[in-house]
Structure formats: structure tokens, C-alpha cells
């Protein structure tokens, strides 16, 4: 089994930033690509960024120059560094990945998710 674990949400000021992890677990052979979604109150989940072995990261246009994807120091760990956050940014972020597991089997994964709160 593959298991992703998503940490360090909270609440935060307008303002301010914080940093997600996600850690991916379990019977794992290669992971293609690592991303975070989000998805708030009354709206579908959307793309926040994404990093691929092929091409690289994207962003959506809300998070570009304020958020950043980088891997951490750990195995199959990636960072989602918020700064400059705003209200809008208030929503569940999902981790993602596309893994291959030690089956063979290749599919997207999701984490749990955690919440993210922006607000004075």
C-alpha cells in the first residue's frame, strides 16, 4: 500500500506564510510527480502546484510568486511554501502523487488533506 500524510497546516494572518509537507509511504518504486490541490468551502479542488520528474513545476496563476514546491530532506518528501497569504487561500490542501508501487501498478494517490486557514 502507498500512503501519503499531509502536515503543518493551521491558522494564519493575512500576511503571513507557512509550509506544507507531504510524506509518501509504503510499497513504493517511483514516484513520477508530487503536487498540492486545494479545495474550500463550495468550490471544486484546483490545482495549487506540481512538480514532475518530466516537466518540471507549475503553478497556479493565484499561487505564482507567493508559493513554492521543493522537495525536503527526507525520502519521497515535497514542501509547499506559502507566503503572502491571503483569505482566499483558505481551503483543505491535498497532497497528490503519481506512483508506481512495487506491483507494477501506477496511479495518483491523495493524502488526507489538511486544513488552511487565513484570517485575522
Known amino acids: 500500500q502507498v500512503q501519503l500524510v499531509e502536515s503543518g497546516g493551521g491558522l494564519v494572518q493575512p500576511g503571513g506564510s507557512l509550509t506544507l509537507s507531504c510524506a509518501a509511504s509504503?510499497?513504493?518504486?517511483?514516484?513520477?510527480?508530487m503536487g498540492w490541490y486545494r479545495q474550500a468551502p463550495g468550490k471544486q479542488r484546483e490545482l495549487v502546484a506540481r512538480?514532475?520528474?518530466?516537466?518540471?513545476?507549475n503553478y497556479a496563476d493565484s499561487a505564482k510568486g507567493r508559493f513554492t514546491i521543493s522537495t525536503r530532506n527526507a525520502k519521497n518528501t515535497v514542501a509547499l511554501q506559502m507566503n503572502s497569504l491571503k483569505p482566499e487561500d483558505t481551503a483543505v490542501y491535498y497532497c497528490?502523487?503519481?506512483?508506481?508501487?512495487?506491483?507494477?501498478?501506477?496511479?495518483?494517490?491523495w493524502g488526507q488533506g489538511t486544513q488552511v486557514t487565513v484570517s485575522s
Open positions: 497528490n502523487a503519481d506512483i508506481r508501487d512495487r506491483r507494477w501498478r501506477r496511479d495518483d494517490y
Open positions: 512538480f514532475s520528474s518530466g516537466s518540471g513545476t
Open positions: 509504503g510499497s513504493i518504486l517511483d514516484i513520477y510527480a
